[in-house]
C-alpha cells in the first residue's frame, strides 16, 4: 500500500485507513453500480435502444429534466436573493432563516411529498387559491415543479452564500470611488464574482431534481406520457419484473448523473481556481 | 484641492473612534495620517472620501461643504490596502473602469479611453502588463495599477489607505520614493494613511499624529520628529528611553535617578514623565558632574552604521538604550560589565496628569 | 491595517447597513420581501401543514396513530437500520478521511470524487442495483435462494440500501476541516512518545469531534428519512420491511391523512433537530477556529 503514496508519512494508519476505505467503498458502491452496467450489456443494442426511446420514457424525460431545469432556475433567481438577504441584511429571525434553509436536506422526501401535495391539492391551504383561477397544481407537471423546486432550494442559497460572505467589500468601495453607481457596480464587480458559484449551485439543484423521487410521486398524478417522472417509470417496471428495461433506464439516468457530477466538478474547480488568485 | 474638517465625530456602537477632529490640508499638499492601528486614522480616510459618513461635524473640500454628498460627485480617489483591483478584468479594463462606468454624455469616446489607459500605465511603468490579469502581478505591481485606476477619473483628492502596507520592505522603500516623485509631478492633494513612521516622515510635507481618535500633533516631519507634542509622539516617532516617577530638585525618577537638565531643574515637585531618545544619552567613562547616572553595561549590538548599547540602571535596575557613533564606541572601548555615566543632550518632559 | 477595516464577519455585517455599498431602502424591502416569500411558501407552510395535518383531530387521535402495531414495528425497524447504518459510515468516514486529509497518494483526487457518487444517484437507482444484485432473478439470487438467504425484501437489503445511500455524509464533514487542520499537531504527539492509538483519541479526535457529530447527525437523519432506495429492496411487507417513510406512503395512499402525518410529525422533528444541531455546531467550532464553513 505503501507504494502509492507520494510521500511518505510518519503518521501511523495510512495502509489500515486507505484498506478499509476502499473495501468497504468498492463493496458498498462500486460492485454494485457497475453491476448495472453488465447487466444491460446482457441487452442488444436495438432492445436497449427500444427500451430508452420508448414514447412513454422520452415522455418521462421531458417532464423530468424539463422540470428539473425550471426548479432549478427558479432557485437560481430565488436562492441568491436569499443568499444575498442573508449575507448583507440584519432583520429579526435571521439566523432561524438561515437554519430552516436546509430544511429540504434535512426533511424526509416522503414527508415533504404528502406536505406538498396536501397543500397543493384543491381543497388545500394553497391549492384552494389556486383553483379559482384556473391554476392546478397537485396531480399535474406544475406539482412536480413545485416538488423539484422545494427539494432544490438549499444547494444555491448554500453555494453562493459563502462566496457573497467572502467577497472583499474593498471591491466594491473600489468601484464606487471611481463613480460606479449601485447598479454598475453589482453588474461589473459582484456578479462576475458570484457567477461560478451559481453556476454550481444551479447545477447541483438540477443534478438532485433528476433524480428526485420520493417527494414528487406524492403530488405527480404519475399519468403516463403526462406526469410520470422517470424514476418512477424505473420503479413500475421493476414492479412489473421487467428488470432489463427497468435497467437500460437506470443506465440513462446514471450517465446523465455522472455527466453532471462532472460537470458540477468543473464548475467547482473554476469556482475555486479563481478564489484562489489575488 | 483644500480640505477642510471641522469638529468631526465617529462612534461605532458606544466606542468612539473621532473625536471632535480638525484639521486642514492645503491644495497640493501630501500629508500623512500616521498612529497605530485602531487610532481612527483610516476611519477619518474613509470620512474624507465619502466611505463613512461622520456622526457629528463637516467636511469642506474646495471651501464647499461635502458632508453629505455622495461618494460619486467628490472626485476623490481612493487607493485600499488590498489594492481592491477587479479581479476578472485585465490590467487595462481595471484602469479604463471609471471611464466607462460615467454617463453616457460624459463618458470619453472608446479610442480615447484607451489612450488614457496607456498614458496611465506608462505613468506608473506597466506598459507591458495592460493584458494581464490582477492575478498574474506582483503585489508592487498591483498597487501601481490600483493607483493608476484611482488616478483614471482625474481626481483632486488623492486618498492612500495604507498603499504599500502590505508589501515587502524593500518594495514599500521603492514605492514610496516613486509616490514621492509622482505628487511633485502631479500636484495632486494627496492624503496617506500609514502605521510606519519611516514612511510617513519620509514621504509627506506634513504629518498628523492621531491616538485613539484624537490628534496628537500636527507639523512638519522635522516638527514632529524633533519637538514632539506629547508623550505618545514622542513615543510613536521612534525609540526613546522613559523616566518615570516625580522630578525634584533637578533629580528624576522614583530612585533618584540623578540625570541633571536645567529643563527638570525648572520643574515643581509633579508628576513628570522624562523622555530621552537613545542618541541623546551622552556616556563616560568616568563620573564629571554629581548628577550623572551611574550604569552597567548589559549588552553591545555592533551590527550597523550605529552601536546599540543596553544598560542597567545602577539604582533602579530600569534598562536604557544608548545609541553611539562608531567612533564614540571606538573610543570608548565599551565592554559588557562596563560601568558608564550618563548624561542627557537633549531631553523633554511631560506632566502627566496623576492617577 | 486599522481595527476598523478588519473582517471578522461581525462587524462587517454591522456596517454593511449604514455602508455606501449598500442597496436603497426600496431595494433592500424588495429583495427581502421576494425572499420571504419564498421562504413562506415552500418552508414555512409545509412546516406548519405538517403539524396542522397531524393534530387535526387533536391530541388523542395524534397519539393514538402510534399506539398501531404497524406504526411502532416501523418506529423500531427504522431505528435497527439507523443503528447499524451510522456506526458503519462513521467509521467509514473517519477512515476515508484520515487517508485522505493526512497523506499524498495517487488518486487522491478521484477517490474524494468517487465518494460522492451516492449523492448524485437517483435513490430508485441505489436500490435497483440491490435488486440487480440480490434479487431472485439478480446475480446472486440462485444462489442465495439455495442457502435460503434473504436480502432483498428483507432487512439486509434495506440497511445496504441506506448505507449506500448515507456513505458520504460524515465524510464530507470531516475532509475539509482535517485537510485545514493539517499534520502538525499529530506529529507533535509522536515526537512527545504517543502512540498512534493515543495520537488518535488524545489529539485528532478532540479536534474533529464536533464535525464528526454533525456528520453522524445528518447520516443519521438521512437514513431514517431514506424513502426511494428503500422503497425499491423494501417489499413494503406491513409490520416486517416497512420503515417510518414507508409506513408514512401507505397511510398516505389509505386516506389515513392523520397517522400519516403523525408518523411524519416525528421525522420533522428529527429533521428539526438535524438543523438546530447543525447551527449550534457550527457556531461553536466558528469560535474554536475561524474557519469558514
Known amino acids: 500500500m505503501n507504494i502509492i503514496l507520494k510521500q511518505p508519512s510518519v503518521l501511523p494508519g495510512f495502509s489500515l ?76 429571525g435571521r439566523s432561524v432563516v438561515d437554519a430552516l434553509v436546509d430544511l429540504p436536506f434535512a426533511l424526509p422526501t416522503a414527508v415533504a411529498g404528502i406536505t406538498l401535495t396536501s397543500i397543493y391539492a384543491s381543497n388545500g391551504w394553497i391549492g384552494r387559491y389556486l383553483e379559482p383561477l384556473g391554476i392546478q397544481v397537485a396531480f399535474t407537471p406544475l406539482g412536480v415543479l413545485v416538488a423539484l423546486t422545494f427539494i432544490g432550494l438549499p444547494f444555491v442559497v448554500r453555494t453562493v452564500q459563502p462566496v457573497l460572505q467572502d467577497l472583499d467589500r474593498e471591491v466594491e468601495e473600489a468601484a464606487t470611488t471611481l463613480g460606479a453607481n449601485r447598479w454598475q457596480t453589482f453588474w461589473a464587480v459582484v456578479v462576475p464574482e458570484l457567477w461560478p458559484a451559481l453556476l454550481t449551485g444551479i447545477a447541483m439543484a438540477f443534478a438532485r431534481a433528476v433524480g428526485e423521487y420520493g417527494s414528487v410521486i406524492f403530488i405527480a398524478g404519475n399519468m403516463p406520457m403526462k406526469s410520470e417522472i422517470t424514476p418512477l417509470l424505473i420503479m413500475t417496471k421493476l414492479e412489473q419484473y421487467d428488470y432489463a428495461g427497468a435497467t437500460a433506464l437506470g443506465v440513462v439516468m446514471l450517465v446523465v448523473s455522472f455527466v453532471l457530477a462532472l460537470i458540477i466538478n468543473l464548475l467547482q474547480w473554476w469556482s475555486s481556481a479563481r478564489h484562489m488568485n489575488q | 484641492m483644500s480640505i477642510q474638517v471641522d469638529h468631526v465625530t465617529k462612534r461605532f456602537g458606544t466606542f468612539t473612534v473621532l473625536n471632535d477632529v480638525n484639521l486642514h490640508v492645503q491644495s497640493g499638499e501630501l500629508i500623512a495620517l500616521l498612529g497605530p492601528s485602531g487610532c481612527g486614522k483610516t476611519t477619518l480616510l474613509r470620512i474624507l472620501a465619502g466611505l463613512e459618513r461622520p456622526d457629528q461635524g463637516r467636511i469642506f473640500l474646495q471651501g464647499a461643504e461635502v458632508t453629505n454628498q455622495r461618494i460619486t460627485e467628490r472626485q476623490v480617489g481612493f487607493v485600499f490596502q488590498h489594492y481592491a483591483l477587479f479581479r476578472h478584468m485585465t ?41 494581464r490579469y490582477p492575478s498574474q502581478l506582483s503585489g508592487g505591481q498591483r498597487q501601481r495599477v490600483a493607483l493608476a485606476r484611482a488616478l483614471a477619473v482625474e481626481p483632486k483628492l488623492l486618498l492612500l489607505d495604507e498603499p504599500f502596507g502590505a508589501l515587502d520592505a524593500k518594495v514599500r522603500k521603492e514605492l514610496r520614493r516613486w509616490l514621492r516623485r509622482l ?135 530600569e534598562m536604557i538604550a544608548v545609541e553611539l557613533t562608531r567612533e564614540r564606541y571606538r573610543e570608548l572601548k565599551l565592554q559588557p560589565g562596563d560601568v558608564v555615566f550618563l548624561y542627557p543632550k537633549q531631553l523633554q518632559v511631560f506632566r502627566v496628569p496623576t492617577t | 491595517m486599522s481595527l476598523f477595516s478588519s473582517t471578522t464577519t461581525a462587524d462587517k455585517s454591522l456596517q454593511w447597513k449604514d455602508s455606501i455599498t449598500t442597496e436603497s431602502a426600496l431595494v433592500r424591502r424588495l429583495l427581502i420581501g421576494a425572499a420571504s416569500l419564498f421562504l413562506t411558501l415552500f418552508l414555512l407552510i409545509p412546516l406548519m401543514a405538517i403539524f396542522t395535518e397531524a393534530l387535526k383531530h387533536g391530541l388523542a387521535a395524534y397519539l393514538s396513530s402510534f399506539a398501531d402495531d404497524d406504526a411502532l414495528a416501523a ?31 495517487v488518486g487522491k483526487q478521484i477517490l474524494i470524487s468517487l465518494i460522492d457518487i451516492p449523492l448524485a444517484v437517483s435513490p430508485v437507482i441505489s436500490g435497483l ?109 406491513r409490520g416486517l420491511t416497512n420503515t417510518m417513510p414507508l409506513h408514512v406512503e401507505i397511510l398516505y395512499n389509505e386516506y389515513n391523512a392523520v397517522a400519516a402525518f403523525a408518523v411524519a410529525s416525528l421525522l420533522t422533528l428529527l429533521a428539526i433537530v438535524t438543523l438546530i444541531a447543525k447551527t449550534v455546531i457550527e457556531r461553536k467550532t466558528a469560535s474554536h477556529d475561524r474557519r469558514k464553513i
Not at chain 3, 467509521?91 to 485522505?100: K, Q, T, Y
Not at chain 3, 440480490?134 to 428483507?154: E, S, T, V, Y
Open chain 1, 17 to 92: 485507513a486507505l484498506g478499509f476505505t476502499l473495501f468497504y467503498f468498492c463493496l458498498i458502491v462500486l460492485i454494485p453500480l457497475s453491476g448495472l452496467f453488465v447487466k444491460t450489456s446482457g441487452l442488444s443494442w436495438d432492445q436497449f435502444w427500444n427500451v430508452i426511446t420508448d414514447p412513454r420514457a422520452v415522455a418521462s424525460y421531458k417532464l423530468t429534466f424539463g422540470a428539473s431545469l425550471v426548479g432549478a432556475l427558479i432557485n437560481g433567481v430565488f436562492g441568491s436573493i436569499i443568499a444575498w438577504v442573508l449575507v448583507r441584511y440584519h432583520f429579526p
Open chain 2, 91 to 131: 490590467v487595462a479594463d481595471n484602469v479604463a473602469f471609471g471611464l466607462t462606468v460615467k454617463p453616457r454624455a460624459q463618458r470619453p469616446s472608446a479610442a480615447r479611453i484607451q489612450e488614457k489607459v496607456r498614458e496611465l500605465l506608462t505613468l506608473v511603468q506597466l506598459q507591458a502588463m495592460a493584458d
Open chain 2, 183 to 317: 505628487h511633485d509631478e502631479l500636484h495632486i492633494t494627496g492624503i496617506l494613511v500609514t502605521h510606519d513612521q519611516e514612511e510617513a516622515l519620509e514621504v509627506a510635507d506634513r504629518v498628523v499624529v492621531m491616538h485613539q481618535g484624537n490628534i496628537e500633533q500636527i507639523g512638519t516631519p522635522d516638527e514632529v520628529y524633533e519637538n514632539p507634542a506629547t508623550p505618545f509622539v514622542y513615543q510613536f516617532l521612534g525609540d526613546v528611553n522613559v523616566f518615570h516617577g516625580r522630578v525634584s530638585h533637578g533629580h528624576v525618577g522614583k530612585a533618584e535617578h540623578h540625570i541633571a537638565s536645567s529643563e527638570v531643574e525648572s520643574l515643581s515637585d509633579e508628576h513628570e514623565v522624562t523622555f530621552v531618545r537613545p542618541h541623546d544619552l551622552e556616556l563616560s567613562l568616568d563620573r564629571t558632574t554629581p548628577a550623572q547616572l551611574e550604569a552597567t553595561v548589559q549588552f553591545i549590538n555592533g551590527a550597523g552604521a550605529r552601536v546599540h548599547l543596553e544598560l542597567e540602571s545602577k539604582d533602579s535596575a
Open chain 3, 75 to 105: 418506529i423500531r425497524l427504522t431505528l435497527l437500520v439507523a443503528a447499524i447504518a451510522v456506526p458503519l459510515n462513521a467509521l467509514f468516514g473517519v477512515a476515508a478521511a484520515w487517508a485522505i486529509a493526512k497523506f499524498d497518494f
Open chain 3, 129 to 237: 442495483i440491490y435488486v440487480l444484485l440480490f434479487g431472485a432473478q439478480g446475480w446472486l439470487g440462485p444462489w442465495l435462494l439455495d442457502h435460503d438467504i434473504k436480502i432483498i425484501f428483507a432487512l439486509p437489503g434495506i440497511v445496504l440500501a441506506t448505507i449506500f445511500v448515507t456513505v458520504p455524509f460524515v465524510a464530507r464533514e470531516l475532509i475539509p476541516l482535517m485537510q485545514s487542520q493539517g499534520r502538525e499537531e499529530e506529529e507533535a504527539a509522536l515526537t512527545l512518545g504517543a502512540s498512534g492509538w493515543q495520537m488518535f483519541t488524545r489529539v485528532t479526535l478532540p479536534n474533529i469531534k464536533w464535525s464528526l457529530l454533525y456528520g453522524v447527525i445528518l447520516c443519521n437523519a438521512r437514513a431514517m428519512g431514506e424513502f426511494g432506495a428503500v422503497s425499491v429492496v423494501s417489499g413494503h411487507i
